[in-house]
């Protein structure tokens, strides 16, 4: 699940992030427009995801769900 947050960020982390959560959404990217980098959150559990972390170098983001796939998300911003 990719969400591309500008004005949407704090709705997206509070509202839609425990709700992918509770769906057992493997992987969510939330693309942060503003702050110029990607939230990657991993591993459901109940309402929230055991694994987060930052990325700021967007020239190879890869998918954990996708062993060898890697994108390069420098032209979002």
Do not use: C, N
Not at 34 to 49: A, C, E, I, K, N
């Amino acid at each position: 699940m990719i969400e591309v947050a500008e004005t949407s960020l704090t709705h997206d982390r509070q509202t839609k992030l425990p709700l992918h959560a509770r769906l057992r959404i493997p992987e969510v990217w939330i693309v942060d427009i503003s702050g110029r980098h990607l939230d990657v959150y991993r591993d459901p559990d109940d309402d929230r995801y055991t694994q987060q972390f930052r990325v700021f170098d967007l020239a190879r983001v890869e998918i954990a769900t996708l062993p060898g796939v890697v994108l390069d998300l420098r032209t979002l911003f």
